[in-house]
């Protein structure tokens, strides 16, 4: 049954102006309460989404252990901020040329259950329980914060904060970056906000709208893991885009791939055109940042230049070296 309602519904679907094609996700459950099928054919139809287009997907145990799990980290997630347990890891961006630490990107980590926790573990629960303007707040407010910090000891640097999709749904962010910014006395170009391909893609009328406000608020915007999505370029032409992180996808497979090379001299020729600076992501080795220098990408991340670490780490280690 479910096979043919995903068939009939791939039929095309001839309209005045034009013939509309859609695909359908089925979620199947068997259970004896009408409520408890309904919430379980619904997490399967999101399991069955995940997989790709036109598919099915039966609730089953592995299903109902995650959906309990997520549960749980979203019921623990909401008292995260007051008991202390979330802390903003660092990890330095540095001019190809020079090795200079130039900019900081802020990195949420979550202390639970005694295991630090990366965001790709909760941030997706964060932003599906609407926790994420919580949290994203908390983040922006600590790194802007740590800056003052920083540049109070010596370093000379700016701040990079990641934000997600949903926060630029909200055109309230620009008036929150804007308090925070003034509270510590910083100014709007010594602060990056990172975006990903997505944004470009989901929602584009929003999320410019917001964008533009940002920048002419001086607030830097960078377009993270650029190459792996499908943002056109009249999108990313059309938004005040400043940074173009290439994603460390194409920067591992130097001295592989050439392909991969000539992929990033096009990306970075392509940015130049659209007076956009790039930033190579996922640097782990001196032939990969050789490559990148010679490549023309005036900046780069990655582990050869430093793992993310909390603010005390930079503070010691600039304090060595000076």
Partial sequence: MARRIIERLSEP????AATAYVSASVGIADAERLH???READTAMYHAKSLGASRYAFFDESLRARATSAIETATALRGAIRRGELEVYYQPIVATKSRKTVVYEALVRWNWQGRVRTPNEFIPIAESTNLIEEIGEWVLRTAISDLVTLRANGQDVTMSVNVSPMQLR???LPGIVQRVLDTFGVA???LALEITESVLIDDVGAAKTVLDRLAAMGVLIVLDDFGIGYSSLNRLRKMPIALLKIDKSFVHEIGVS?????LIRAITAMASALSVTTVAEGVETEEQAAIIEQLDCRFAQGYLYGRPAPIAHWLLESAQQR
């Fill in 13 to 16: 679907f001839p309209l005045s």
């Fill in 36 to 38: 408890d099928a309904i």
């Fill in 170 to 172: 909200d055109d309230s």
């Fill in 188 to 190: 709007g170009a010594d």
């Fill in 258 to 262: 050439d392909s991969d090379v000539q």
